[in-house]
């Protein structure tokens, strides 16, 4: 998946139409919630197969962080 992809991922599981990119604090969004959370586990999960868990929120602050998480593997360039 792209950066790109992923980003358009991130804005409809946070519900915001604000510009994401990799130095984006999740926690700065509007829309980011415990639902938010839930949405952005779901979406790992669908689209990676990574079953992401509450506490792996206690270590993400921004996009970069949630995508070394889920794994840069599974990202190409875009």
Excluded: C, P, Q, W
């Amino acid at each position: 998946m792209t950066y790109t992809h992923f980003y358009d991922l991130l804005k409809l599981a946070v519900d915001t139409a604000e510009d994401i990119n990799m130095k984006s604090v999740l926690a700065d969004l509007e829309g980011y919630d415990s639902l938010s959370i839930l949405g952005i586990m779901a979406m790992a999960d669908g689209s990676f197969g990574v079953k992401l868990t509450a506490s792996d929120f206690s270590k993400v602050t921004t996009v970069e962080s949630l995508i070394n998480i889920i794994g840069r593997e599974h990202f190409n360039l875009g």
